[in-house]
């Protein structure tokens, strides 16, 4: 267990945590995380290599023989305490601005966001730096009220959805509600659901995907199934069929980057539209010019994130939102059924 981390003038939290004696051998990186579920495993390494994580023995009763801690892999040894030097979090310069939300629930706590394809949902390098991003939206619609947790403030962000994917973010307001909805991810029990339309049909019609993604060991913009990448569940369910397409139902055990769209591209079963995962389809000439011009003109991954379910951090009520995908895809859907009717 750890100690309530105070401040110093400088706004570093200094944590300290006495190690569990089921966690010796563990590496430091993976057993702080497990002991202190508000830090994620990624914040810790980065803690790890500024020279910010320190093991002492517990009995040493706070005296100098505090050691750095040099590398991520280094081991529990037992009767340790570890101190956690926390940076101050600094505000990114974002502006606030007047962005329509959809906004399907919201409390003193939390809200949750209906996400237009086409929004970034948070500024980075490139267009999304000036600006239009969700962060904006939240920022002028919460008037500063969100959380701000990890050393860089990026206000209320517990999890995200791709740029051109659509559908329900859950965005916290404090963060002690950052954290417990950070930890429901951790522990696999938020309720995801996405629609997703790929081209194929895939057999069977129902199953599971088990492959560890992490970063294309050429094309470092894209991520891929890899050996040694990040463990990754994927379970998928056929709802409909018009070949040469399929409409999914794709449930996420875990949340990795471009998870659904790395995984059925993986099982040869590219999303509709991937511009990054998938080849441009090419309609036959036979085909109806309405549904041609519909699949021509759709210029993203065919992906909506309908169903969002969580356990309110601050009720302890269980809370279910579904959304209907946009007109686009809800158009792009329309087209396939005509499809199918027409040739059969």
């Not at 040493?60 to 280094?74: I, L, N, Q, T, W």
């Not at 990890?150 to 959805?161: A, F, T």
């Not at 950052?178 to 659901?193: P, V, W």
Request: aromatic content about 4%.
């Amino acid at each position: 267990m750890h100690e309530p981390p105070p401040a110093d003038a400088s706004g570093q939290r200094y944590l300290q945590i006495h190690d569990s004696a089921d966690l010796i051998g563990e590496r430091v990186d993976k057993a702080l995380a497990l002991l202190d579920p508000s830090l994620s495993r990624t914040m810790i390494q980065r803690l790890i290599t500024a020279g910010r994580v320190f093991r002492r023995p517990a009995a040493d009763g706070g005296g100098s023989a505090r050691v750095a801690v040099c590398g991520v892999d280094e081991k529990v040894r037992g009767g340790e305490l570890f101190e956690l030097h926390i940076p101050a979090a600094v505000p990114l310069d974002v502006v606030a601005e007047a962005v329509e939300l959809a906004i399907v629930f919201e409390d003193a706590d939390l809200l949750v966001v209906n996400k237009p394809a086409g929004m970034v949902v948070h500024p980075g390098v490139g267009p999304s730096a000036q600006g239009g991003t969700l962060v904006n939206a939240l920022l002028h619609h919460c008037q500063g009220s969100l959380s701000g947790i990890g050393g860089v403030i990026r206000p209320g962000i517990v999890h995200r959805l791709d740029k051109d994917t659509s559908g329900l973010l859950v965005v916290a307001k404090k963060d002690r509600i950052h954290q417990h909805l950070s930890e429901q991810f951790k522990a696999h029990s938020i309720a995801r659901l996405y629609q997703a339309i790929v081209k194929g049909v895939p057999q069977p019609a129902q199953g599971k995907i088990d492959a560890p993604i992490g970063r294309h060991p050429k094309e470092r913009q894209k991520m891929a199934v890899v050996a040694q990448g990040r463990h990754a569940i994927t379970h998928y369910q056929v709802q409909e069929v018009f070949p040469p397409f399929s409409l999914l139902s794709c449930r996420l055990q875990t949340g990795r980057t471009h998870q659904i769209r790395v995984h059925m591209a993986h099982q040869g079963y590219p999303l509709l539209g991937d511009p990054v995962y998938s080849r441009p389809f090419v309609p036959p000439d036979k085909w109806p010019e309405a549904v041609k011009t519909t699949l021509t003109a759709f210029k993203r991954q065919a992906l909506h994130a309908a169903t969002l379910g969580f356990i309110h951090p601050g009720s302890g009520e269980r809370l279910q939102f579904a959304v209907e995908p946009p007109a686009d895809f809800k158009g792009l859907l329309s087209h396939l059924r005509q499809l199918q009717r027409t040739i059969g």
